[in-house]
């Protein structure tokens, strides 16, 4: 069975290693997105990357065939992965769409905005002195992941994460089937020590008819856990 | 001359460098600040940090005691130099605030947000299919330069930076009058391949009756021209 090779896999120290995802091919988004507010400031969040681009590695080691859609962070390029680099949602959609239509599991751990400014100025918003409060109007972001799984050919298996503060299991599981997504892997942010800028994590991995906790453990531990959870549900999801 | 001093020991290539400004305090913001609008989401800039972590290895490497007052960036602490972390404006005014008292000179070249979020939501805000807009109200951050500027004891000598994308030479002679400061440093970052994240920078200094062009270059060459520039300018106000 895929996932007793995949164990085995990671318990080998040998210098051949296995590579039992030859052939499968992942797109994976991580970061954040920037979204600009003028030539200078923009709106962002606290995401690293570091669970996207340990997910990459831990696929490319396997013998996957890996891009990641990166938005802006201070990390490596994991050895043998492609990574493209984007700032903006509509950025990353874009990229997303294009690599989604030759790719066969689609992860989305980007930290994407929700929404962008209506209007982005040209120019630096001054500040005077008549202006002691300042009003930023802005419109949602296109919706990446949903868009993936909305795609009607060449739809890849498609993994959502979602970042949450509270009720998380319930507003995890709101997305799973609102986006229409194969799964979907739940992060409470609240919780110290884990998700943004922690070196660790714990999530609850949530499919229609499916539900598996994965320990707070080191991210890249959590990453190699997770490809083989993944690959093993896309694989039973293929017989079917 | 002073001046030729710190020319003579910028050419020294020798063991023991001459510490002409030992005795004299700096403290100097550095890099962005980050404000939060929920537990995840932030306004932020485009400040990488180099020339202000530049300036306090100048400034250090010639003998002077420096703290660096710094926001969120991807920089390592030069030798020497003490640093306090800050995220917020509210935060960096806090600690410039208490710094300036024992500090005979103030650097602030930091890029400070000029507004901040009316409230802070104590929970991620939620996208909801209702709501294809979002309003977030904003209010004026407290002026950290002027505020040091404005102390009427223990007040430091006080240069300023101007980051403009047009206009460059009047917004910054403004903000030299409006604020009290003794020079600004004036940025066009409209320019490509100057200022914010670029290795490079040029200004110009304006003081009430002074203006120097510094060209383009290293922002660490550039780094030592400017503290040279500051020194001596603050030794002729204090003839006076």
Chains 1, 2 share one sequence.
Do not use: W
Not at 50 to 77: D, R
Not at 181 to 186: F, K, R, S, T, V
Not at 192 to 197: D, H, L, R
Request: charged share 15%; hydrophobic share 40%; net charge negative.
């Amino acid at each position: 069975q895929l996932a007793e090779l995949l164990v085995e896999h990671f318990q080998t120290t040998g210098s051949t290693p296995a590579k039992p995802l030859t052939g499968l091919k992942f797109v994976i988004t991580a970061g954040p997105t920037r979204e600009a507010i003028d030539p200078v400031r923009y709106i962002s969040n606290h995401s690293s990357g570091k669970m996207g681009y340990a997910l990459a590695a831990a696929a490319a080691k396997l013998g996957a065939e890996v891009t990641l859609i990166s938005g802006p962070v201070q990390l490596t390029t994991p050895t043998g992965v492609s990574r493209i680099d984007v700032a903006s949602a509509i950025e990353m959609q874009q990229a997303a769409l294009t690599a989604a239509q030759t790719h066969d599991i689609f992860i989305g751990c980007a930290a994407v905005a929700d929404y962008r400014m209506a209007e982005v100025a040209p120019q630096k918003l001054k500040k005077t002195a008549d202006n002691d409060v300042l009003t930023l109007q802005l419109v949602k972001n296109p919706d990446i992941i949903a868009s993936i799984a909305a795609l009607t050919s060449h739809r890849p298996y498609t993994v959502g994460f979602a970042a949450e503060t509270e009720q998380v299991a319930q507003y995890a599981q709101q997305k799973l089937l609102n986006k229409n997504l194969d799964l979907i892997c739940a992060n409470d942010v609240s919780v110290a020590g884990q998700g943004f800028n922690s070196e660790q994590n714990a999530l609850t991995v949530y499919g229609p008819q499916f539900e598996q906790a994965l320990p707070l453990q080191d991210k890249n531990t959590l990453a190699q856990a997770l490809i083989t959870l993944i690959v093993e549900q896309y694989q039973n999801e293929k017989k079917h």
